[in-house]
């Protein structure tokens, strides 16, 4: 009884020092509770993919379990070096360290419980937001009731308690193997390894992992050229990254820094002379922790990059498959006059009203998934470019094409087709010509032709010849219509229905249909924000752990009349760097990343990749500001 009184007072005394800790679990917990709840929830269970949302949920909760192993792992470290002097002088009293480390144990199991508790009623608070935030991204207009799910509550509540045990059992066992005189040299430790030399198989293992990052980075962005199958490189790629990563921060940086501080007229200049010798010891001592901090801003970029895109995707998704509120293909006279008639119905309300030919031939072609062999439509360049320039925004804007030669084929990929590519040749009606440009286009609306096929542009002479040779049933008349109410096209259904001709309506876009797409950039942007917290508060714990170790060294400094100013600007300095080196590998590598996924979505331009860079880039400044700011108190 008289530990735990103990316990609880060092809580209290202490409680400063746990708050980073605290409101990082609070709100990860509160995650992981809406996530639990999301599983099972009656009114999500409605939902249209209701069976794969769940798989996606259970893959994010395990993910989430081993997050939270390794942030418990670190924090506890973290604490155990705060505390190692007065564990010290707790066994020069005489208590062994069997009853000093169960007193840190039960320190930690108090301040998980307080965390689980406090992160559970979060959760609570905010599950019916965040149930409404789900449907609302997903499309379903279910009305969301508040509802606490004890069942969930259990599950959370057991999953942390077996993973705090797990935790501080780990630390209990280290406590007690700990000699006395480690104990009490918190504070001098590790202050000769300061003197850091150069090594150049460090450097050569450095320049290795460099060359593997790339490498991966290289596969990731190009792996199309090469016809490599998508699911290899998800494997090769990522395995490149993270194993030059490790190899990189095994070292490397210190090498640079190291090279770096040769350079007089650097060392010497402002307070290089400290951050350099300090930055050495810094990256060698934490090279596993910069490892995978830089990892997990790999994944968190990526992620919510594909989030963005899978956004970005759905709001295009209408478009892509619908580009024109209303689109018939015809082939004879009697149909092209029951078409216009339905769209002469709409005068005054369209925006535009045209038609262009196409032509069904045979192509063969190699694939990065094997051989391609479909009977797709043809068009000529002259009217894609006219389609292009008086189309929707998306069209006009992203697929502007180089104009093909007379040999010269452009290859128009739906956007459903992902990660496809092609070779370099294409055979169509037996002659063989160049595929000069792959692009993803939709210059057919879906259920007619482009939903699942592809299509080709040419130059427009061989189009003619093309034309000029092909049987009269695979000569085709496209007519589209898009109004100013774009879905509005009950009054063109109507006339076409039941006329036998081939037609597509934007009106049927169900929205329902594509709830995955808006899921899974739901559950992207939760994953970042746990990323985040996991990338932000290791660093932290990290950086302030070495404030042990180095504030006797400030206290020297101090003592001999070195200006507090100079002291504040070196750690500011410092911290900067510490965390810059994790954010430059992490950024790299999810820009890399980033445009793997955009690619693998079709999804054009770089904006999803630019804005998740930007919003990390914000909080990860935050955690660097709150950790100079802790550090500057720790020293004093």
């Known amino acids: 009884m008289r530990l735990f009184k103990i316990s609880l007072k060092n809580v209290k005394h202490n409680i400063k020092n746990y708050t980073m800790y605290i409101l990082s679990m609070v709100v990860c917990i509160a995650i992981f509770y809406?996530?639990?709840?999301?599983?099972?929830?009656?009114?999500?269970?409605?939902?249209?993919?209701?069976?794969?949302?769940?798989?996606?949920i259970g893959m994010c909760v395990f993910i989430l379990i081993l997050f939270f192993i390794s942030f418990m792992n670190y924090s506890t470290e973290f604490f155990v070096s705060r505390r190692k002097k007065e564990f010290g002088i707790y066994t020069f009293m005489g208590v062994e360290n069997k009853k000093i480390a169960y007193l840190f144990a039960q320190e930690g199991l108090i301040i998980g419980i307080i965390s689980v508790i406090s992160g559970i009623i979060l959760g609570i608070v905010t599950n019916r937001m965040f149930m409404m935030g789900m449907a609302k991204v997903v499309g379903e207009n279910t009305s969301i009731d508040f509802e606490i799910s004890y069942t969930s509550i259990i599950y959370t509540f057991i999953i942390f308690a077996f993973i705090l045990m797990y935790s501080f059992i780990r630390e209990y066992i280290k406590i007690i193997r700990m000699e006395t005189s480690e104990l009490l040299k918190s504070g001098r430790s590790d202050m000769k390894d300061y003197k850091i030399k150069s090594s150049w198989l460090r450097f050569s293992i450095g320049i290795l992992g460099l060359v593997m990052f790339i490498s991966g980075g290289y596969i990731a962005l190009n792996y199309l050229d090469y016809n490599l199958n998508m699911s290899h490189v998800i494997i090769i790629s990522p395995l490149l990254m993270i194993i030059g990563i490790n190899l990189m921060c095994r070292g490397f940086i210190t090498e640079v820094v190291l090279r770096i501080s040769k350079n007089k007229k650097i060392l010497y200049k402002g307070t290089n002379i400290i951050n350099f010798s300090s930055m050495s010891f810094n990256f060698i001592k934490n090279n596993k922790v910069l490892a995978i901090t830089s990892v997990l801003i790999v994944c968190c970029i990526t992620a919510f990059t594909s989030g963005l895109s899978t956004k970005m995707m759905f709001k295009d998704l209408m478009i892509s498959k619908f580009p024109y509120s209303v689109a018939a293909s015809v082939q004879d006279k009697n149909q092209e006059m029951t078409v216009k008639k339905a769209f002469d119905s709409e005068r005054g309300r369209e925006l535009f009203n045209t038609d262009f030919d196409y032509i069904k031939a045979e192509l063969y072609m190699n694939s990065n998934f094997g051989e391609y062999k479909e009977k797709d439509p043809i068009i000529s360049y002259s009217d894609y470019e006219r389609i292009r320039n008086i189309q929707l925004d998306p069209l006009k804007k992203n697929m502007k094409i180089e104009k093909p030669d007379d040999n010269e084929i452009v290859?128009?990929?739906?956007?459903?087709?992902?990660?496809?590519?092609?070779?370099?040749?294409?055979?169509?009606?037996?002659?063989?010509?160049?595929?000069?440009?792959?692009?993803?286009g939709y210059i057919f609306s879906e259920d007619i032709e482009g939903n699942t096929d592809m299509a080709f542009v040419v130059s427009d002479d061989t189009y003619k010849t093309i034309r000029s040779s092909s049987n009269k049933e695979d000569i085709y008349k496209y007519m589209v219509i898009s109004l100013k109410n774009y879905r509005e096209t009950e009054n063109i259904s109507k006339t076409l229905d039941n006329t036998g001709i081939e037609f597509s309506d934007a009106h049927n876009f169900i929205q329902r249909d594509y709830q995955m797409f808006n899921l899974i950039y739901f559950i992207s942007v939760f994953m970042s924000i746990v990323f985040v917290i996991a990338i932000g508060s290791m660093l932290y714990f990290r950086y302030i752990t070495s404030a042990i170790d180095e504030k006797m060294k400030f206290d020297i400094m101090r003592k001999i009349g070195v200006d507090s100013k100079f002291i504040n600007k070196s750690v500011i300095y410092q911290a900067i760097l510490f965390f810059f080196i994790p954010y430059v590998i992490g950024i790299s590598g999810g820009i890399f990343g980033g445009i793997f996924a955009k690619n693998a979505l079709n999804v054009m331009g770089i904006s999803p990749i630019l804005e998740a860079i930007g919003i990390f880039t914000l909080i990860y400044i935050v955690y660097i500001f709150i950790t100079a700011r802790k550090y500057l108190r720790e020293i004093r």
């Open 34 to 56: 809406n996530f639990m709840c999301a599983g099972s929830s009656d009114d999500i269970e409605i939902m249209k993919d209701f069976t794969s949302m769940r798989a996606l």
């Open 411 to 440: 290859c128009l990929i739906p956007s459903n087709i992902m990660g496809v590519s092609f070779g370099k040749e294409a055979n169509m009606n037996g002659k063989i010509y160049n595929i000069c440009e792959q692009k993803t």
